[in-house]
């Protein structure tokens, strides 16, 4: 297939190269030109623009941080009409449902396909193509993006037959994955003020009741200074506020994920935002907790 790929950030650039490696021929647009590069460098082209890169495509993959931006290049920066009558618009967003419920209306409206497929897996699931992809859509959509999805992803979820439900999976999902990280942050920066070493706390932790697949992984990153971002902390920002939005629509509560914003939203205004999210650590540094990274942590 002829794909178009729009994203190509640490999630982004990793799936557009298993597509390339899968055969597919892959024209990507994005605003970093190391980010273009790499992907010339695995046999993928740069385009001049979004247009250019959806111009012919039988696909268009958005691998984009919100609904805004899938608004842009769908509609400002004319990549729905570039694409032919019946070419498919796989949004690997992470968005509201409602949004991508009415994007995906859009889409529908003008006779082309449109599959709502959130993933999850981070920067080392895309590397290896192993994504969960939490899809809806109609028949004919899933039924398109299956070759896609398998070249990129491991685990395929249907969720529903509209968009919309696809990312009020991952909604979900994220709730609890931002629920644990803030846990892990707050166990590793407790255990190392009460003196304990962290990478003690972490060992403890992996082998115990108290473990998680969040404090396995990102208990060793919070032990450094998090300045290579595969997950920043403004993405628990911007998720666990959807969180908020629609659990306060549906007058539903969700009192843990408020204070697990908590968390982020600290360590975002101490000037970590653009960190890797293993830096929610920060948070209870800034409130003279001490400091679980790179240091003797027992003064």
Not at 224 to 234: C, F, K
Not at 268 to 281: C, I, L, M, R, Y
Request: include cysteine; charged fraction near 15%; glycine fraction near 14%.
């Amino acid at each position: 297939m002829k794909i178009a790929f729009i994203g190509l950030g640490a999630m982004g650039g990793p799936m557009a190269v298993a597509l390339v490696k899968a055969g597919h021929t892959v024209a990507g647009y994005d605003l970093s030109d190391a980010a273009l590069t790499r992907l010339e460098q695995a046999g993928g082209s740069r385009a001049s623009d979004i247009r250019a890169a959806c111009t012919g495509a039988d696909a268009l993959v958005l691998m984009v941080v919100n609904a805004m931006q899938a608004q842009s290049v769908l509609i400002e920066n004319g990549g729905l009409d570039a694409l032919p009558d019946g070419a498919l618009v796989l949004s690997s967003v992470t968005m509201p449902p409602e949004e991508a419920a009415r994007i995906g209306a859009g889409v529908t409206g003008t006779g082309r396909l449109f599959l709502d497929a959130p993933v999850s897996g981070g920067a080392v699931g895309a590397q290896d193509a192993a994504l969960t992809f939490m899809a809806s859509g109609t028949e004919a959509a899933l039924s398109a993006a299956q070759p896609l999805m398998e070249a990129m992803g491991k685990h395929i979820f249907e969720c529903g037959d509209a968009p919309g439900a696809g990312s009020t999976m991952k909604m979900v999902h994220q709730l609890a994955a931002g629920c644990n990280l803030a846990v892990a942050a707050e166990v590793m920066s407790f255990g190392t003020h009460l003196g304990l070493d962290p990478a003690r706390v972490l060992d403890v932790l992996n082998v115990s009741a108290g473990g998680s697949w969040m404090i396995g992984n990102r208990g060793p990153r919070m032990m450094t200074e998090g300045t290579e971002a595969t997950s920043a902390v403004d993405i628990f920002v911007k998720d666990l506020g959807i969180v908020l939005d629609s659990a306060r629509a549906n007058r539903f509560p969700v009192p843990v994920s408020a204070a697990a914003l908590q968390v982020f939203l600290g360590a975002s205004g101490a000037g970590f935002g653009s960190h890797d999210d293993s830096q929610a650590t920060r948070f209870y540094e800034a409130m003279g907790g001490k400091r679980v990274r790179g240091e003797d942590n027992s003064q």
